[in-house]
């Protein structure tokens, strides 16, 4: 989430940078890293920030864990964390199922979405998308997989 400016540091380049995640494992873990940013352990489905306090939302392989029953709650959300033309990034694995896989961080839930199903989950949650792009999973990860990995969409938006 970001909000405004600060002093422009290594890592921020002048933007003032909340950070949101579910685990406080990961939370902890990300403060090691950037020590001085602010992190927030809640769920992206009800945050208890501020309304209208953030210029951009980056929710990069965010909602992809989320039940597809539980995403609009995710966008609403976004939609009354942003001010009016705030941005909105969001990126997904495509495809369309949700099932359970087991990766390095353990069994977790993953939901794919097509760029049209996306495209009209953040439309119904009162954004205007400008751009909705598919790219391959190397491109956006920078690792090579020897398994058939999924690509990636890109959304990027505007709230209304």
């Given amino acids: 989430l970001a909000r405004g400016k600060s002093e422009k540091g290594e890592w921020n380049k002048g933007i003032k940078v909340d950070g949101v995640d579910f685990s406080s494992q990961a939370i902890n873990k990300i403060k090691t890293k950037f020590p001085n940013g602010n992190f927030v352990v809640a769920d992206i489905r009800k945050t208890g920030l501020p309304d209208k306090s953030y210029d951009g939302v980056w929710a990069s392989a965010s909602i992809l864990n989320l039940k597809k029953e ?3 709650e995710a966008l609403n959300e976004f939609n009354r964390l ?4 705030g941005k909105l990034f969001i990126s997904v694995k495509k495809g369309s199922e949700e099932k ?3 990766d390095k961080a353990g069994e977790r839930l993953f939901s794919f979405f097509s760029s049209d199903e996306l495209k009209k989950l953040v439309e ?3 954004f205007n998308v400008e751009n909705i792009e598919q790219v391959e999973d190397i491109s956006l990860t920078g690792k090579k997989s020897n398994k058939i990995v999924p690509d ?3 959304l990027y938006a505007t709230k209304q």
Avoid at 82 to 85: A, E, F, G, Q, R
Wanted: charge should be positive; proline fraction near 6%; include cysteine.
């Fill in 70 to 72: 539980d995403v609009p």
């Fill in 82 to 85: 942003l001010k009016l033309k």
């Fill in 100 to 102: 359970f896989i087991t």
């Fill in 124 to 126: 119904n949650s009162g």
């Fill in 152 to 154: 990636w969409i890109c």
